[in-house]
Structure formats: C-alpha cells, structure tokens
C-alpha cells in the first residue's frame, strides 16, 4: 500500500514540475518574442495551478508520515518530495516576477539586443527539467551535471549586469528597463539554484552523500 502512494505521490510532483517548467518556458517566449498573452498566462492561469499543487502534495507527505510512519529511504523519499515541492512553488513565484517584468518591457522599446539572457534562460530550464529526470531516475550522474551547469548562469548573469550597468551610465534613460532585464536575471539564477538544489537531494536518495556546503569534500 505504502508503495503505491509513494508512485502516486512522485507522478503529482513530476506534473507540478512540468507545469513550472513551462511557466518559465512561456515567459522566455513572450518576452523574447514580444508576445503578452504566453506571461499573462502564466500570471492568470499557470499560478494558482502551481499553489494547488504545493498544498496537495503537503497534504499527502503529511498524511503519509502520519499513517505509515515509512524509515530509511521510504522516509528519505517523502521529505525529499515535501522540499522539492517548497522549490518548485518557489521556482513558480520567480516565473511570475519574470512575467511582471516582461509585461514592463513589452511596450517599451528594448535597452540591448538580448543575446545572453535567451542562452541564460535555456540553460536554467534545462537544469529544471534534468533535476526533475534526475530525481525520478535516481541519475547521480546526471545531479551532478546540473549542480556543475550552476556556474555557467551564474557568469552568464555577472555578464549580462555588467553590460547593463555601462549602457546605465552612458544613457541613464535606460535605467528602468535595465533594472527590470537585471530582475529577470535574477530571478532565472534562483530557478537555477534552486534546480542544483533539488540535485544535492537526488544525490543524497541516491548514494547518501550530502554536497551541500561542499560537504562531501569532507567525507
């Protein structure tokens, strides 16, 4: 019995994962492609859903650990599942704040080409969907590629604030939509972090090391 809850509670967060993952998916393509209607969604429709999800997938870790009482991985498993749902509501909050900054930018006329902020938000979505592949592979493997593909935003985001903060000083007309593309990175480096998050779990169901805080270069 336990087992078969424990499929149906993955299968709800692999749903909630895939609704995140094209929150983030539908406000990269209305912003880069000037289209209000993919983030008006997200912030209508896609949200509400993304908080349902969160409240139901509690619910059933909460009634679980009360009626089965499960230990060792089983109880490993359900904990992981209560804070990747917490990440991925998270996740879902920065999907709104890049749909309220993509709804600001949308009818002004654009600071910069977006050339690296495209790259930036490929790069998180994929790390989005492999931890999520990760966790319901027990891949190790491929935990540890997104927690190493963290960097790489990373840079991508110092890039992209220290190209804003010259065309700021040089034309201070700029400085609103600036700030608001700045946001939009920010938010995106969160989705990533909280991606790696999710990884530095998957590694700990599945081989009972903890890396957080590089702790595993201790063991």
């Known amino acids: 019995m336990l087992d078969d809850k424990l499929v149906g509670l993955k299968k709800e967060l692999i749903d909630f994962a895939a609704v995140v993952e094209s929150m983030v998916e539908k406000?990269?393509?209305?912003?880069?492609?000037?289209?209000?209607?993919?983030?008006?969604?997200?912030?209508?429709?896609d949200e509400p859903r993304a908080n349902a999800y969160e409240i139901a997938i509690d619910e059933i870790c909460t009634n679980l650990l009360a009626q089965y009482q499960p230990r060792?991985?089983?109880?490993?498993?359900?904990?992981?599942?209560?804070?990747?749902?917490?990440?991925?509501?998270?996740?879902?909050?920065?999907?709104?704040?890049?749909?309220?900054?993509?709804?600001?930018?949308?009818?002004?006329?654009?600071?910069?080409p977006l050339v690296d902020l495209p790259h930036m938000g490929e790069l998180t979505v994929r790390m989005l969907s492999d931890s999520i592949n990760a966790f319901v592979n027990e891949d190790a493997a491929l935990a540890r590629s997104v927690c190493a593909r963290d960097n790489e935003v990373d840079d991508l985001k110092r890039h992209i604030l220290s190209e804003l903060t010259t065309i700021m000083k040089m034309d201070p007309t700029t400085v609103e939509r600036a700030l608001q593309i700045i946001r939009i990175t920010g938010n995106l480096e969160r989705i990533a972090d909280l991606s790696t998050n999710i990884c530095e779990e998957v590694l700990f169901l599945a081989e009972g090391r903890v890396i957080k805080h590089h702790m595993d270069e201790h063991q």
Do not use: F, Q, W
């Open 27 to 45: 406000c990269l393509k209305g912003l880069m492609g000037n289209n209000p209607g993919m983030y008006e969604l997200v912030i209508a429709t």
């Open 72 to 112: 060792a991985k089983n109880l490993r498993l359900v904990l992981m599942i209560y804070r990747m749902s917490n990440d991925l509501e998270r996740m879902a909050d920065h999907a709104v704040n890049i749909a309220e900054s993509a709804r600001y930018l949308s009818d002004r006329s654009p600071v910069k």
